[in-house]
C-alpha cells in the first residue's frame, strides 16, 4: 500500500514538473514532425531530434500519456516525447525537449536554473542536492542537477539530465523514492545514440492546438501543495 500511495506522489511530481501537457492530433501519420517519434522493438526514435533511446529494462511506456511515441505539447512550447514507469516500483522518467532559442544560456545554465526554479518553488519543500556537473551520455555532453521534495509528507528526488541537439535542449527530468533509484533512472540515457548535430530541414514543429485535451493533474499537486 506504502508502494502505491509512493509510486503515485512520484508521479504526480514529475507530471507536475511538465504541468498542463496537451495533445497534438497531425491529419497525417506521414507527415515528418518532431511530435512523430516511434517505438519498435523496445526503442523510442525521432527522425527529427536524431536520437534513439532504449527503452531500460523494467520500465514501461506509459501509454496514457506518450502512446505510440506521439509526443505531447506543453504550454511553454516544450514536448514531451516519453513518459516511462516501472511497475510495483516508485520512480519516473519524462524524456523531454526545449527549444533552446527560448534560452540565453547552454544545456548548463539550462539545468541550473529550472532546477533553481524548483528549489524556490514557493508552498513545498524543496532543497538543493547537487549542483550542476557534466556526464557524458551517447557521445555528447549532459549536464545533471539534483534535488529532493517533500510533498505529501513523503521525500522524493529529483533530477534534470539535459544535452543541447539539434537546437534543442534534450534530456530527462527523474523522480524516485531513493538517491540510488535516481542514479538507476539516469542511467537510462547509457544507451541514447546521436545521429549528426544537423536540423533535419524535412522536419516540421505541429501546430499547437489549445483544445485538445489536457493530461489530468491531481488538483492538489497542480497547486504545489
Not at 534530456?171 to 540510488?180: D, H, K, N, R, V
Request: proline residues 4%; aromatic residues 12%.
Amino acid at each position: 500500500m506504502k508502494v502505491a500511495c509512493l509510486h503515485f506522489v512520484v508521479i504526480a511530481v514529475l507530471t507536475h514538473a511538465f504541468a498542463w501537457a496537451q495533445q497534438l492530433s497531425n491529419d497525417s501519420p506521414d507527415t515528418l514532425t518532431f511530435e512523430n517519434g516511434t517505438l519498435a522493438n523496445g526503442i523510442y526514435s525521432n527522425e527529427c531530434f536524431g536520437f534513439s533511446l532504449p527503452i531500460p529494462a523494467g520500465w514501461e511506456v506509459n501509454d496514457a500519456v506518450t502512446a505510440g511515441g506521439k509526443a505531447q505539447h506543453r504550454s511553454d512550447k516544450s514536448l514531451l516525447l516519453l513518459d516511462l514507469h516501472q511497475q510495483g516500483k516508485p520512480g519516473g522518467i519524462i524524456l523531454n525537449a526545449w527549444d533552446s532559442a527560448g534560452h540565453s544560456g547552454g544545456a548548463q545554465d539550462f539545468v541550473s536554473d529550472a532546477v533553481r526554479a524548483q528549489v524556490n518553488f514557493p508552498t513545498e519543500k524543496r532543497e538543493l542536492v547537487r549542483e550542476t556537473f557534466a556526464v557524458d551520455y551517447g557521445g555528447r555532453h549532459f549536464f545533471r542537477s539534483d534535488y529532493e521534495a517533500i510533498m505529501r509528507d513523503t521525500l522524493v528526488y529529483l533530477a534534470y539530465v539535459f544535452t543541447e541537439f539539434r537546437g534543442y535542449f534534450i534530456g530527462e527530468t527523474l523522480a524516485s523514492s531513493s538517491p540510488t533509484g535516481l542514479d538507476e533512472a539516469a542511467s537510462s540515457l547509457q544507451r541514447i545514440s546521436f545521429q549528426e548535430d544537423q536540423v533535419n530541414p524535412a522536419c516540421v514543429m505541429g501546430p499547437y492546438d489549445p483544445t485538445t485535451s489536457r493530461v489530468h493533474i491531481e488538483q492538489g499537486v497542480s497547486k504545489g501543495y
